[in-house]
């Protein structure tokens, strides 16, 4: 075998290396990504006790809402720390409906004046609002972290390679509710 | 004591150092003098003077040029230069005629500055600064009266001592050594003072200025601020640091400080000005622990250095492609960048630089705090900078100077409403004005 044949396997070697590297540190920083929005989703979770004791000394009529938000919450809080891919998408999915119910919750609170000029309740919607935003900053970062890994694991030599730096199933992008894809109907709220 | 008139000029008896009044006065009154001319004669006529002069001029070079040289060559060489010199004389007319024309109508069209009410409030401290402003004028001439002679004789012992070299300065040489001479014992004469009387002015008008606008007032600052507010991390290497200006208190319920920042540098034996602008810093309504560094592009190479050395700050890659293009974004929290970096606020922070009076910006958010430098575009003046001593204390000068406080000021609310929780805060407190009002 000559020279210009060893230089070759030589460069294919270091490259697949350098490839695989690169998948296995694109995977790593998908399950970072998935902590950082687990530590805000516990913060929503611990948040949520509080709102909803605020919240039933005043909406009687809401009881509903707050059960069904009561009943989320314990659900979602069970699959925090979730790291099997193929259930990620069902946590995903209940998050994203607590966050619905959340937001009407929120936005319920707006016809009751004595919530909405209670101090703990107003220093709770700040802290929920910064929480949302931190949820939807970690979403973002775990977003960008799978798109980042598709893009390593689909081009060539990633389909090769994706085996043995442990990528067996890839995790699904974290997306918004059907709902709030919808086009906003103004009559509703006029 | 006599009370403070704000209509009476300030700068009676106290006039510049002689030479530089000597010059000053010259330009001045040359200016007048072409002011005068292009006020005074009818417009036509100037109109008839600036193309039919160009045109003029063009063809006189044409027509030298074939007396000079007859054949083509002298026609190609006469159109070309003809050409170049019409347009040059075209181009220096019509910019003094717009010149003096803009200035005319702003002269007659403007309003009188308001400036009594502000002249009013500051008089006990424009009382103090005139009677300084006299006594400084004073010891000036005294000064003067031993340091010039003294500058005199160094440019003639310059002089005496060139004589001797391969080509010795003749008479001409001798007149400008004495003019530098004679400039330099004039500086040195005055310069201590005049710093002094600036100080002075800044010390006592600025604060007031600054409190007039709301819960602010102005200190004195030092280059140490500039490396404790952590803007080091995002501004260019440098040696010197001129940093002497900073606005500082409570705007819309933040926390804010503006420094005015010049950096300079040495290189290859050139001492080059590598940043001059503001930085601005603002306390955010907001529970953040990191530190995203924003830094203008600095080339694959660069992001490349920066990923092998690792460190604690991370590279963040982020959606806005406009955003991505033209900054890289480094920090210890993934998260917490992005919280910052809304699409909202990468929007607007790309329409800065497109919006303002300031270049490309950069940023940092330590915690809370975000400080965001904005290099001046080429040209732009020096902010905060009070009257000679030689002009007068009020009028124009402390107009100027609110002038500059509420740019910056202006420039802060910008800031403020990247951020959507103190954009929030901005629009409370602006509620409440309106309500009070």
Do not use: C
């Amino acid at each position: 075998m000559s020279l210009v044949w060893w230089a070759v396997a030589g460069i294919v070697a270091v490259g697949s290396y350098l490839w695989y590297a690169s998948i296995v540190r694109r995977r790593t920083r998908v399950f970072e990504a998935l902590a950082g929005i687990d530590v805000q989703l516990q913060q929503r979770h611990d948040l949520i006790p509080n709102v909803l004791t605020i919240a039933k000394r005043f909406m009687e009529h809401e009881r509903g809402l707050l059960a069904e938000i009561t009943e989320l919450r314990a659900r979602a809080h069970q699959q925090v720390g979730e790291r099997d891919l193929n259930k990620v998408g069902e946590k995903f999915a209940t998050e994203t409906r607590l966050g619905e119910q959340m937001g009407r919750l929120m936005m319920l609170a707006e016809n009751y004046p004595q919530l909405r000029s209670d101090g703990p309740m107003i220093e709770a919607q700040r802290t929920y609002s910064e929480i949302e935003t931190n949820i939807a900053a970690a979403r973002r970062f775990y977003n960008a972290s799978v798109g980042s890994l598709t893009n390593a694991v689909a081009t060539f030599p990633g389909p090769l390679l994706k085996g043995l730096a442990g990528v067996r199933e890839m995790p699904p992008f974290f997306q918004t509710a059907d709902a709030a894809r919808k086009p906003v109907d103004a009559g509703q709220y006029l | 004591m006599p009370g403070f008139d704000p209509r009476a000029p300030h700068n009676d008896g106290v006039a510049p150092p002689l030479i530089q009044g000597l010059v000053g006065s010259g330009i001045e009154r040359f200016s007048m003098l072409v002011g005068g001319f292009f006020r005074g004669v009818n417009e036509r006529i100037l109109l008839v003077l600036w193309f039919g002069g160009g045109a003029g001029l063009a063809l006189l070079v044409l027509v030298a040029s074939i007396a000079q040289t007859p054949g083509w060559e002298g026609v190609a060489r006469g159109l070309f230069a003809g050409l170049f010199l019409g347009l040059l004389y075209l181009a220096g007319f019509g910019s003094l005629f717009v010149g003096y024309r803009r200035a005319a109508r702003a002269e007659t069209g403007g309003t009188p500055a308001p400036t009594s009410a502000l002249e009013l409030q500051l008089a006990a401290t424009l009382r103090e600064l005139d009677a300084l402003r006299g006594d400084i004028s004073k010891q000036i001439k005294q000064r003067s009266i031993t340091r010039i002679p003294i500058g005199l004789l160094g440019g003639i012992g310059v002089w005496l001592l060139r004589q001797r070299a391969d080509d010795p300065p003749g008479l001409g040489g001798l007149v400008l050594l004495l003019l530098i001479g004679a400039i330099a014992g004039e500086r040195w004469a005055a310069h201590a003072l005049e710093r002094r009387y600036r100080r002075r002015y800044k010390d006592t008008v600025l604060p007031q200025l600054a409190g007039d606008l709301g819960q602010l007032t102005y200190r004195e600052t030092s280059a140490e601020r500039v490396a404790d507010i952590g803007a080091d991390r995002m501004l260019p290497e440098y040696d010197r640091i001129d940093a002497d200006d900073q606005i500082i208190g409570t705007h819309a319920g933040l926390p804010i400080e503006i420094i005015e920042v010049k950096l300079k540098r040495r290189v290859n034996k050139k001492t080059r000005v590598v940043f001059d602008g503001l930085l601005v810093g603002i306390e955010l309504p907001r529970r953040l622990s990191g530190t995203t560094l924003i830094a203008t592009d600095q080339g694959m190479w660069e992001r490349f250095k920066a990923e092998w050395r690792g460190g604690e700050m991370a590279s963040v890659q982020l959606e806005h492609h406009e955003f991505e293009q033209r900054y890289d974004v480094h920090s210890t929290d993934q998260v917490e960048a992005r919280a910052l970096l809304t699409p909202a606020f990468m929007e607007r922070f790309v329409a800065l630089a497109a919006k303002s009076h300031f270049a490309l910006p950069g940023a940092i958010a330590d915690g809370n705090r975000l400080v965001v430098a904005m290099p001046k575009r080429p040209g732009m003046r020096d902010l905060f900078e009070p009257p000679a001593y030689w002009q007068p204390s009020g009028g124009r000068a402390l107009t100027a100077l609110q002038a500059d406080i509420r740019t910056v000021l202006d420039f802060a609310e910008t800031i403020m409403r990247l951020d959507f929780w103190a954009q929030g805060r901005l629009a409370d407190a602006q509620r409440s004005v309106r309500q009070a009002t």
